[in-house]
Every structure is written in structure tokens, then in C-alpha cells.
Nanobody, 124 residues
Framework: QVQLVESGGGLVQAGVSLRLSCAAS????????VAWFRQAPGKEREVVAA????????YYADSVKGRFTISRDNAKSTVYLQMNSLKPEDTAVYYC?????????????????WGQGTQVTVSS
């Protein structure tokens, strides 16, 4: 069992930065690929960034590429999402999710554990 807790969300103006954290507890966190998903009202949950268990390979959605950076510190069992140059369209609830094994996946149904989510609201 893995427990995930997100933090770092908030209400910000466009153009600023936020860093989200996903702290894990429980079983060996370094055995899991981790992804950040987001879900805006009326929209499907979408993956925005993901990282392999080793941290050696990452994925970014086109909408956030060049602005967001995912990283992980397995010694601290924490994954981060650095979000720069935030836009109003980034407004959503952000979730971290863990999938056993080395690779991430775009399909949220294939993740084993989820955090409770953290709200990010970007005003124009």
C-alpha cells in the first residue's frame, strides 16, 4: 500500500510559479512510476507530466512542455511538479498517481494509487 499526499496548490496570478509536492509513504516508492494528472471542471482527467521510477525518463503534455518540470527524490519519497509561467488554462485539481513498475501510462485507470488532489487556480 502506498499513500500519496499532494501539497503546494493555491490561487495565483498568471505568469507566476508554483511547486507541487507529492509525498509518499508505505511500500517502496522507488518501485513506482509517478504521474501528475489534472482535471478541470467538465473535462476529463489528463496526464500533464510523468516520470519513471528511476527518474531517468520524463514525459510532458504539449500544453505544459517548456513550462513544467517533474522530478523525484526517492530518498525523500517525494515527486515534485515545478510549474512556471502559469496560465489561466492551467486551472484544475492536480493529482499525483503511482503505478507499480518502471513506466508511466497516459491512462489514469492503470494507476494503483492516487492522492487526494490539490487545487491550482490561475487568474488572468
Amino acid at each position: 500500500q502506498v499513500q500519496l499526499v499532494e501539497s503546494g496548490g493555491g490561487l495565483v496570478q498568471a505568469g507566476v510559479s508554483l511547486r507541487l509536492s507529492c509525498a509518499a509513504s508505505g511500500r517502496a516508492f522507488d518501485s513506482y512510476a509517478v504521474a501528475w494528472f489534472r482535471q478541470a471542471p467538465g473535462k476529463e482527467r489528463e496526464v500533464v507530466a510523468a516520470i519513471r521510477w528511476s527518474g531517468g525518463s520524463t514525459y510532458y503534455a504539449d500544453s505544459v512542455k517548456g513550462r513544467f518540470t517533474i522530478s523525484r527524490d526517492n530518498a525523500k519519497s517525494t515527486v515534485y511538479l515545478q510549474m512556471n509561467s502559469l496560465k489561466p488554462e492551467d486551472t484544475a485539481v492536480y493529482y499525483c498517481a503511482a503505478r507499480y513498475g518502471s513506466t508511466w501510462h497516459w491512462n489514469p485507470n492503470l494507476y494503483d494509487y492516487w492522492g487526494q488532489g490539490t487545487q491550482v487556480t490561475v487568474s488572468s
